[in-house]
């Protein structure tokens, strides 16, 4: 299972990104994420990076503190 589908387990808390918004950012295991707002409803409504990997997806878990102001 990848870095990425792991977020999905565990309790995330997303720091936003200075200066882009739509953008947060978590370190998780040595490894920086960055969460991603996309262009909803076209796309998916996020997209979660890592270095390797990305997955989209439009609800996020409950279990994940994204600060949107």
Known sequence: MSDVKMLFKK???WQKAKGENGKWYTD??????TLQMNDFPDEPLFTV???SDAV???D???MW???YE
Not at 28 to 33: A, S, W
Request: glycine content about 10%; aromatic content about 24%.
């Open 49 to 51: 990076f890592s270095d």
């Open 11 to 13: 309790g995330i808390v």
């Open 60 to 62: 996020p878990p409950l």
């Open 28 to 33: 998780f295991n040595g490894e920086r994420f």
């Open 65 to 67: 503190f994204i600060p």
């Open 56 to 58: 989209n997806f439009d």
